[in-house]
């Protein structure tokens, strides 16, 4: 009987210790933040390079905001749907250009991730206008000469704006077959993507290359942006990009995915056309300054003056 009553003396302790414990805030860990980013069937190499970079800054914030989940969605989102997607709750985060559709849309975390990289835009052409190509000495010669869009890019705006001949086409495997038909002269992509496009296409669409006498500049942030209803997830980007950035993670990731990329701009024979971006005013720059490339930082101050 004695014993009986122990077990039960001992019991009772225990239920009280653990009813303690949790009134003293030793309860169950909180759940994890639910991320969801955006799925894109065709390889590009920025794609990659923002994923491994939004999980990089949701890691090194950990200390401050809890755990996370990142989930991605199972169905390719093009880039012009992924802003609805953003507003609709089916995405947290999404990664663009600044447009006044998508900061009214959405909220940017103001660090370039891609340090700027994308302001300087190369061309695709084919082998049967380089004469045409070879006459290009500045954006007066440009406008002569018609440039494939897709559907929803902000480079069109502000292309449109300036003045060039713009051919839309349809979906993005569809540009470079186009290009090949003479449907326009040029096709405009950033410096990363120029090459490996050109490579992933070059066996069934001959007789293209990289134009390489002239591209266009024009500053061109990135910005991870975040649906409205999570303005804690911006508050945390915001904080791991930056962590990212002062303890060199963020630049060692860059140059794994972009190394060979700046080596385009260290052709002598290249002719940068300055362009502005119709798209934003010149305090994005000035706020994006300390985490730009150098070669972004001198190509802006020569368009300024």
Not at 21 to 34: F, I
Not at 145 to 168: C, D, E, H, N, R
Not at 256 to 263: E, N, Q, V, W
């Amino acid at each position: 009987m004695h014993a009986r009553r122990r077990t039960w003396a001992c019991g009772l302790a225990l239920l009280a210790a653990l009813a303690d414990a949790a009134m003293a805030g030793l309860a169950a860990p909180p759940a994890p933040l639910v991320v969801t980013l955006p799925y894109m069937e065709r390889e590009a190499p920025h794609r990659a390079y923002a994923d491994q970079l939004l999980a990089l800054a949701l890691h090194l914030s950990s200390d401050r905001y809890g755990p996370y989940q990142l989930v991605q969605q199972r169905e390719d989102t093009v880039i012009r749907r992924q802003l609805a997607e953003l507003q609709q709750g089916h995405l947290s985060v999404a990664v663009a250009m600044p447009t006044q559709e998508w900061l009214d849309g959405a909220l940017p975390v103001r660090v370039p991730i891609m340090r700027g990289l994308a302001s300087f835009r190369f061309f695709l052409g084919r082998d049967s206008e380089r004469s045409a190509y070879a006459a290009v000495r500045n954006a007066h010669d440009l406008r002569a000469l018609s440039i494939g869009q897709g559907p929803g890019w902000s480079t069109a705006t502000l292309l449109q704006q300036g003045g060039f001949k713009v051919v839309y086409g349809g979906a993005h495997a569809t540009l470079i077959p186009m290009l090949r038909a003479g449907r326009f002269q040029l096709l405009m992509r950033s410096i990363y993507e120029v090459g490996p496009e050109l490579q992933a296409q070059s066996a069934s669409q001959p007789g293209l290359f990289v134009v390489d006498d002239f591209a266009v500049f024009t500053y061109m942030p990135m910005y991870f942006f975040v649906a409205k209803h999570q303005p804690q997830l911006a508050q945390r980007l915001a904080y791991g990009l930056k962590k990212a950035y002062a303890n060199g993670q963020l630049d060692r990731l860059f140059q794994r995915f972009f190394g060979d990329s700046l080596k385009l701009l260290a052709s002598r024979r290249l002719r940068l056309i300055h362009l502005p971006n119709t798209n934003i005013d010149s305090s994005f720059f000035d706020q994006d300054r300390p985490y730009l490339l150098p070669a972004v930082v001198a190509q802006e101050q020569a368009a300024r003056r």
